[in-house]
């Protein structure tokens, strides 16, 4: 009868685990411990050298990564015919024999990465042929080269999904995936890759993924894969690329040649629907502007294509750039980190849906905003680290790029910019002038003209981020952000700016966030006063000056506040003590504090919802060493109180042992020296002495 109780109890939980698919149930094999939720059994990292026999028959996921299975024998899943995701990846599993999927009609999913599949690939050929299901199949890091993967994958006719990175294949040819009819994406990416037979993939009617990156591809001429939607050939050592001559229907959307030796602009198929365009690192420029490029003849390239014993000379107008190709249906181009030292003209015009234009890190030297150039699509743009010097604005319309909401002009040269620009960009959010010699004005006072290159930066309506980092700013308009909802903005690095709270009047109910990182900020002015900032939620105001806090900060909801790199011995009790009610974040490292005067660091420290980022780095004086705030011990704070609660008797006590050192020398001057003293005093009266 004592044992009813129990079993009522076991009886229960098994009945609670059968209502909860979800339910995990731990158990322990002979050798191994797996865990079983739902209908996965996971078994990684057990040390396991054969497939568990024991698991329940009807799971379908089989999780066996990180261990030490070499062999796979025959019928080693035989019970487990529900079976469809298995993996066994990082096991270096060497071969597995010809019957060790028999009985897994259903398995779909097979990961065998990481292994040794090279030693006896034609024997696991045969066993991969016994997979009626297989859909996907993982085989990277297995050191196979073209002639083992042709054998392990012939006639897959299954297969939707094929992984080979990390191999060690360096030709693909029309035999190495024939019989995939199936196949719908293809990863060849981190081999060795050099050539590709001309109709390689043309066998493969159904593939739309294709990824060739990180091999040794040199070119692509006579691009025909009219089905491919996504094909990213990137870091390879491709010199040009050129589209099949063709009026076929290309479904191509994404085309990735990033980080290659691109000279020309790539010719795409003239009937194609490319969105995404990347070229980022590359060498790519334009040639038509070439001083000695004015003939036709000069303008001509020449290539030799060789296929089998017959070689053919294509002559391509590349350097006429308005053969480029058919771009109406591009969203985004990234020409970043090439050569350009100009854009043709018109060549931007016929991106009519694009939405995103990179060309950071170029030579551009200036750039042409008119009507429809770039195109009013465009909603994000950026032309940073360039050698602009001016930007040439058509001044007849009153909107440019009516879409723009991101425009990054930061590390140029830029000094003439065309006042009304930014007013006429209606839908500009963000905004990056940083490192550019630009100065402010404002139409509401008209002694801020000094410069006629200033930009007016009042009623631009949808401009809430301004950055102007390093940019030899000396002064801001009273009144500069009238009737702009700026709620970040970024002065820092203007060590020459006269900082004045008038100058930021107009943003007291929209700004939120603020630095004034590096901006010679001392604590003894009078306009350090951020009261009137009641919406400011971020505030940066390290590497500067500051002796003390400025008393207005406790008046401010912060809730990061950046203090490192100042000159602070100490901060305010009172304000701490108001700001740490707000206060998630602060930055407080590299300056000199005292420690004995640490009662702010308490109220920081003890309070948890305040963060102190940079703890670690906090440090305090104390005579000559250097030490930190969180581990300051009873004899530290007890010096402190000597010197702080009785200076008089601690300046006694200090100078007391080397009174008491002087002392001592003279005495023993006076011992050493007595008798020669002595005869001098008596020489001094001229008197004899009786003995």
Known sequence: MEAAPLHLCISLTLLTLSWNPLAVVSFTTSTNDCKLVHTAAVCNGQQLASVPSDLPTNIQEFILNDNIIKNLRNHSFLQYTSLRRLSLGRNNLEIIESGAFLNTKNLEDL?????????????????????AALRRLELSGNRL???????????????????????????????????????????????????????????????????????????????????????????????????????????????????NKLLFFPLLPKRNKVKALLLAENEISFYEALPNSSSSEGNTVQFLHIKGNV??????????????????????????????????????????????????????????????????????LDLSQNNLVELQVNDSTKSLLPNLKYCNLSNNRLSNVFNPTFSQMQSIITLDLS?????????????????????????????????????????????AFHGTPITHLDLSDNSRLLWR?????????????????????????????????????????????????????????????????????????????????????????????????LSWWDILYQNKAVKIADESEVKCNLFSYVLEPVRLSDFVLT?????????????????????????????????????????????????????
């Not at 890759?193 to 043309?202: L, M, T, V």
């Not at 066998?203 to 040794?216: D, F």
């Not at 002015?525 to 919406?535: I, Y």
């Open 111 to 131: 990961n065998l990465e990481d292994n040794a599949i090279h030693r006896n690939s034609s024997i696991t050929a045969v066993a991969l042929q016994a997979v």
């Open 145 to 259: 080269n073209e002639d083992m993967v042709a054998t392990l994958v012939y006639n897959l006719s299954t297969l939707a999904s094929l992984h080979l990175s990390r191999n060690s294949i360096m030709r693909i040819d029309s035999s190495t995936f024939e019989g995939l009819s199936q196949l719908r994406e293809l990863t060849l990416d981190r081999n060795y890759i050099y050539e590709i037979e001309s109709g390689a993939f043309d066998s493969l009617k159904g593939l739309q993924n294709l990824n060739l990156a990180h091999n040794y591809i040199g070119c692509i001429v006579d691009f025909s894969l009219t089905q491919l939607k996504t094909l990213n050939i990137s870091y390879n050592i491709m010199e040009w690329f050129l589209a099949a001559d063709t009026d076929e229907d290309f479904e191509l959307e994404i085309l990735d040649l990033s980080n």
């Open 311 to 380: 070689t053919n000379t294509i002559s391509v107008n590349l350097w006429e750039e308005a053969s480029l190709g058919n771009h109406t249906s591009l969203d985004v181009l990234d020409l970043s980190r090439n050569q350009l030292r100009y854009l043709p003209q018109g060549f931007l015009k016929t991106m009519v849906s694009l939405s995103s234009l990179n060309l950071s890190q170029n030579c551009l030297e200036t750039i042409h905003i008119m009507s429809g150039e770039p195109p009013d699509s465009l909603v994000k």
């Open 435 to 479: 490192h550019n010699q630009i100065s402010f004005c404002s139409n509401r006072h008209a002694s801020c003209f000094s410069n006629a290159a200033c930009i007016d930066f009042s009623n631009i309506r949808s401009l809430q981020h301004l950055h102007v980092t390093g940019s030899q700013l000396e002064r801001l308009c009273d009144r």
């Open 501 to 597: 709270t008038s100058m930021l009047v107009d943003l007291a109910r929209t700004l939120q966030w603020l630095s004034l990182r590096n901006t010679t900020l001392i604590s003894n002015t009078s306009e350090l006063d951020f009261s009137m900032l009641q919406k400011l939620r971020t505030l940066d105001l390290s590497h500067n000056l500051l002796a003390r806090l400025p008393p207005s900060l406790g008046a401010l909801p912060l809730q990061i506040l950046d203090l490192r790199s100042n000159k602070l011995s100490f901060l305010q009790q009172h304000v701490v003590q108001k700001l740490s009610q707000s206060l998630h974040t602060v930055f407080l490292s590299l300056n000199p504090y005292n420690c004995c005067r």
């Open 639 to 691: 010096d402190c109180k000597w010197t702080t609660e009785n200076n008089t008797l601690f300046y006694f006590l200090l100078a007391l042992p080397t009174c008491v050192s002087a002392l001592g020398a003279i005495i023993l001057v006076f011992f050493s020296f007595k008798q020669q003293i002595f005869k001098f005093v008596k020489q001094g009266y001229r008197k004899s002495s009786p003995y």
